[in-house]
Every structure is written in structure tokens, then in C-alpha cells.
């Protein structure tokens, strides 16, 4: 990605929105209680969170009322990465924290959850209604003998009913788990097996795309396979019978009970994340209940500038990390909004229309949807009212200058204007380190700052910080939701090797970033899968987002494969739009655009057509996997075949490996 030439903004928040700001109200309050600096605005908040990192944790535990059972002796025990401990001695619980808002008897009959599929108006769940079957739930766990650091598996879609789950989890202070269920068998055997499991909580089938997917032979492989288990929990989606010695979800939730919640200690394990496995199994990734109760509140009541009064949605799945991210809007006392179903379905403008249906405030999404909605010549302002939303983010992957350009023309006679948010993050500390500020301006191409209590730094591969150069994206301190640890790593080994070998004590993510003089944040992708030409780097995002601006190209794949006699080949992959073929003109015309707007190092070797573009089942593009068939890597040893969308699309890439060899 690309910074904009024009240093003035694309949208710049009003002095009323400015001061009506969580963060405002909290940078003020901290100055009067905490020291932190009154003047210099997001910035100078920004560089007291990171240079006073205790100070701004305990400031944030206290604005938000965070409840400990049993008080912290510190907020940092031990401050090195890998093993920061936070706030040594307390104990507190999650699920408490998220059902608050139905303490309150003039919330408890507002929606605490709204629930739309394909074929349905939303559905509410109120505050009352989610805590009376969370409370039903939790006590049934403990009678199946559900214990503390249990695990309990959800194979679901994006219902109420996921929800409850992991919320009854955690209040046992049992560790969540889920995978979508349009995840193959040995996709879900791959991560649950690695946990053990004690309950499985499972729909019969999904509906997506207008069709119903029946998935009850792929619950039974599960059941088979995962001998840990102790019971499986049905819910008839699709209207059928609990097979055999399934408990069913309506007995297990009937009950009026108010849910009692475990206090556990602050770094007691919450829930176990995946990353997307495609060269081995997934990392089975442990993040605690403090860490993530204290880093969403941040997150989603300062940066999201969520509350009491928003709808929160967020186009994800049960397998995705956005999914818990989008739970815990509930901290804030937001409706959240669960969609289950296709993001194209019936049309290219599905995700709008739930926006619309919903009354959503903060509408998140894909880059990718928001440049397939351009192409497809969507109008989601003129064809929808989207009057309440006064954010839209997005993440999965950078979101290319058009595509800000885009939202910003889309919504230009919105008053205020359109604030876009492209926010970047990782499963690995689900949460973000960089992206939206609703007091800073947004410019074309940039996420807005780092985010507090993140020291995010560019450096060089000699650990010095760059500015306005690319460099790895790397984080100077401790977050309190990094990982504990990995599932099956007792020693630390694999842990550390993701994140720690490069740069000792310091966190490199893996990302290509530039850190700008104003403070904004660009991405230009994956550093492991770096292009480097004649010893230039540069990342893969940057090609994507000229290339795809063409209306022939669907989407794209560039690899730089280093070759056994020391040469580099750097073919561009393009998957065509319906109607479009790769003539010399076309190619021409690839290679002249990616020539003027970024430089001829980067032009192509070769432009080559493909049937398709491998994906993980998060939707992110295969890079590191393609270029290992290229290399000759044998397709069973290149991919783990459960992390990717497409099998057969590899197959293309295995057959070129061999014939060019």
C-alpha cells in the first residue's frame, strides 16, 4: 500500500465529535488522576501509554470499573517478552464482565444480541434474556463436571446460541474454543484435537448462499475422533433430531437461573485461537481472561468509541478471531449483531443491507468486500440508509488507497462524512496494533496511529527505528493479550520462535510497515513472503493494489522465487474477471501500470492466467505455500490441506512447479 502524495486528510473528525470522544473524556480524566498530559491530544496520550505502560493499564482497569475479585498486587510482575505477567495476584472473570449491562434494569430488556441469517429480519436477545440462559448453561457445565482450565468446543455458525457458549465457559472458567462449520472434518480435528476437548456444542447443518449444508456426518467423524469428549450439545439449526446420545441445547438453557461466575486468576486461560495452519498444523494460540477483558475494553471503548448506544457488526465467522472480538463489544454495553450467512447473498450489497436492517453504528468488513462492492458498482449510501453508521472499519487485509477513496466518495454527502477505519492486528493477540482513533484525521492509504499501550516501531534488520522507510512491524512491550502460551509447547520453544527469534526481547509480527512522521501506519504485507528484487523489498500488498484496479483482474498472486542458480523469478498470477481474456494487451497494460505507479523493479517476469486464487478459510491469500510448490516442495508438504479453501487451485501451481523444472 501506497501513502497518499496529498498530505491533506481524506476526512477529519469535527471539534463536537472530537470532544464527545471516549478517548477524549478519558485522556482528561487520566490527566486529572494519573498525570497523564493534558495537551498535545492523541499523540501525547499515545507516548505516555507506551513510556508509562503500568500507569496507563492500572488507568484503564480503573475508567472501565473492571472488577477484581481479589485485588492485583501490581499491574506488571515481570515486563520481558516472552512471560510478561500482568497484574500478578487478582483475580476477576470475563462472562461477569460482559453481561453487566443487564444489572442495569433499564437495559435489561434492550438487545443485547441482534441475530440475522438469510431469510429472517434481526432477531433481539435481550440483556436479560442472555444472561437467564447463560446462567442455565453455566450450571449445566458444572453438572456435566466441567471444571476450571476444561475445554469446551463449539463447531457453530454466528448465532446467539455461540455466544451463550462461550460466555457459559468462561464463567465456569472452562477455555472456549470454535471453528465454522463450513470447516471441513479434518480442519476441525487438526485444531481440536490438539486441546482435548470435554464438550462439543454442534449444529446439525448452516445455511449460506440461499442453500442448507447438512453437516451431520461430519459431527459424527467429530465425535469419533475427539475421545475426550464427555458430552455433545445439539442445536437443530436446520430443524432435525439430536443424533444418539446428544444432549439437546433447549434442556440445557431452560432454566432460570443467574449465572455464577469462577473468579480466576487474571492470566487464566480464556479461550485457545488458531493461526491458519497452512505449512503444519495451526498454533494453538492461549490468550488469558485479564489480558483480553482489559485489551477489548481499550480497544472497543476508546478506538471503537463503542458504548451503550451503538450496534456493533462485523462481517466474520466462528473460526475467525474478529468473531471474539466482536463478542466482547458486550463489555461495552453494546447490541452486537450476529450474521450468519453469505456476504454476497443475494446480491454483491448483502453486507450494506444488514447495516441497514440492524441500525448498525460501527460497520466492520474486508477490504476485500469493500473493492469487490466497488467493482461491482455498488452505491451503499444512496441504495441504503445507513444514517446511523459513523464508522466503517476493515481488516483481513490492507485496504488499497481506492478503497478508501471509495468509501469516502460513497458517503461524501453523510454529514460528518464517513469515518474509515483500516485497522491491522493478528489472531495472535486478538486485538490490533494500529488503526482507529475517531479524534485523529484519515488519510488516504493510512491507518491512523498505533494504538495505545502498543509501542509499534518500523525497524531495519540491525533493530534500528525507521521513519517514512519499510520496515518489520515490531512491538517494544508487553500487551496483555499476548499469547501465555501455546497449546503443546511446554517448554516455550514454539512460542518464542514466532515472534522472538529476530529481534531478542521484541516482538516482530511478520509484517512489512511504514511508520510515517505524522504517526500514521501503512502495511504493505507479509514479510515472510517478502519480494526482493535485485535487493529492493517490497511487499506483495502494494502490486495487489495496482493491479486490481483493473477492471480484468479479479484478484492476484505475486511470488519472488529464488532460484538454485542464484537467479530470482517474480511471475504475477491474475484470476480474470467474467469476460476477460490475458492478451498481450492486457498483459502490456498489467506491466505499464505496475511500472508508473510503483517502479519497474517491480514489473512482473511473467503474468500467467489462473482458474483461481488459494485462499486460507479466513480468506486471506496463500503466498508462502505457492511459493514453496514453485520451488518444487511437494503439495503435501507445501500446505497442510485443511487450512485452504481450494484444494484443486494448488494443483495449478504443483503442475507449473514440474514443468518448468
Known sequence: MTSSANPAPLWQPSPERIAEAQVTRFQAWAAEHYGAPADGGYEALHHWSVTELETFWKAVTDWFDVTFSTPYARVLGDRSMPGAQWFP????????????????PARADAPA????????DPRPVTW?????????????????GVRPGDRVSGYLPNIPEAVVALLATAAVGAVWTSCAPDFGARSVLDRFQQVEPVVLFTVDGYRYGGKEHDRRETV????????????????????????????????LTSADVTPVFEAVPFDHPLWVLYSSGTTGLPKAIVQSQGGILVEHLKQLGLHCDLGPDDRFFWYTSTGWMMWNFLVSGLLTGTTIVLYDGSPGYPDTGAQWRIAERTGATLYGTSAAYVMACRKADVHPAHDFDLSRVKCVATTGSPLPPDGFRWLHDEFAET?????????????????????????LPVHIGELQAPCLGT??????????????????????NPMPSMPIHFWNDPDGTRYHDSYFDTYPGVWRHGDWITVTSRGSVIIHGRSDSTLNRQGVRMGSADIYEAVERLPEIRESLVIGVEQPDGGYWMPLFVHLAPGAALDD?????????????????????????????PHTLTGKRIEVPVKRLLQGTPLNKAVNPGSVDDLDLLRFYEDLAAKRT
Open 113 to 120: 444480541l441482534l441475530h440475522v441469517d438469510e431469510r429472517h
Open 220 to 251: 459424527a467423524e467429530l465425535r469419533s475422533e475427539l475421545p475426550s469428549l464427555r458430552a455433545v450439545v445439539h442445536i437443530p439449526l436446520l430443524g432435525t433430531e439430536a443424533p444418539e446420545g446428544a444432549l439437546e441445547w433447549s434442556a
Open 89 to 104: 495476584g487478582a483475580t476477576l472473570n470475563y462472562a461477569e464482565h460482559a453481561l453487566r449491562a443487564a444489572d442495569d
Open 455 to 476: 509501542d509499534l516501531q518500523s525497524w531495519d534488520p540491525q533493530g534500528r527505528p525507521l521513519t517514512d522507510e519499510v520496515g518489520e512491524l515490531v512491538v517494544t
Open 128 to 144: 436479560a434474556e442472555l444472561r437467564r440462559q447463560v446462567g442455565s448453561l453455566t450450571a449445566e457445565l458444572r453438572a456435566l
Open 585 to 613: 494487451a492486457l498483459r502490456d497494460r498489467i506491466k505499464r501500470t505496475i511500472r508508473e505507479q510503483l517502479s519497474p523493479r517491480h514489473v512482473p517476469d511473467e503474468v500467467i492466467e489462473v482458474p483461481g486464487i
Open 415 to 439: 454529514p460528518g462524512g464517513l469515518w474509515a477505519a483500516s485497522v491491522s492486528g493478528g489472531t495472535d493477540v486478538c486485538s490490533c496494533f494500529a488503526g482507529a482513533v475517531p479524534t
